[in-house]
């Protein structure tokens, strides 16, 4: 939306199952956010129903996550820009929830909600994205979700995303030090937990564990949505 005073990225990739539902519920926000989807050149009908929901349309380079997200910012006309996974279902408040949440901050995050899975799956992944994230709070480690962020824009012009990969902790690593950070409770995001389908704490592993210890051997990762 025009003049909007926030503007929302979603990255998607041969996302037709739940690009819809995504955009249409951003699209019934409270306060209606520019929608930006940047595109990783799917093959599927993603950009045929992007373009219903949309006000812009852009294309990656081709080079992981971050590139997406840099080229999304980059294309945001509000002051504040937030993230979201396609496979979302924001509320209707969470862009005022953002907005109200952002003052002295440079970077907000959220709770994500499985709104999908079995209850095991749910209570672990509320454990992990929520109870934690508030623990960490309370001794000075802000965390932030790359499902559920948002930033002044501002901030993201001397802070740009570098990582291919774990690129949301990487970004709160490097913003701590700023102590603009804040994860807020209040701000929670329904998301699908169907990248934990193989088992939670293997993918826990897999992702958070072995893709730590890469980034800090310094080991190239094939970046990804």
């Known amino acids: 939306m025009k003049n909007s005073p926030i503007s929302v990225i979603v990255c998607t990739l041969n996302e037709e199952k739940y690009i819809k539902n995504c955009l ?19 093959k ?31 294309k945001a006309s509000a002051k504040i820009v937030a993230f979201c996974d396609c496979d979302s279902r924001p509320d209707p408040d969470w862009t005022e929830k953002i907005i109200k949440n952002m003052k002295d901050n440079i970077a907000i995050s959220g709770p994500l909600i499985s709104y999908d899975g079995t209850k095991s799956m ?25 499902a559920n962020m948002a930033f002044k824009k501002s901030s993201l012009k001397k802070y740009p995303f570098e990582l291919k990969f774990l690129e949301d902790f990487y970004m709160s690593k490097r913003l701590r030090k700023t102590k603009k950070v ?44």
């Open 24 to 42: 249409t519920r951003l699209k019934a926000q409270k306060i209606v956010p520019e929608i930006i989807v940047v595109d990783g050149h799917s």
């Open 122 to 146: 749910k209570k672990k992944f509320r454990v992990w994205t929520d109870f934690f994230p508030r623990f960490a709070k309370k001794i000075g480690y802000n965390c932030i979700w790359g």
């Open 182 to 225: 804040s994860f807020v409770k209040s701000l929670k995001l329904p998301v699908s937990s169907r990248r934990f389908t193989s088992g939670f704490h293997r993918a826990c592993f897999k992702y958070y564990v072995i893709g730590g210890l890469k980034i800090v051997l310094g080991i190239k990762t094939k970046g990804y949505y």
């Open 44 to 74: 599927d009908n993603t950009i045929k129903i992007a373009k219903k929901y949309a006000d812009k349309i852009v294309y990656d380079n081709k080079d992981g996550i971050s590139d997406a997200r840099n080229v999304g910012w980059k």
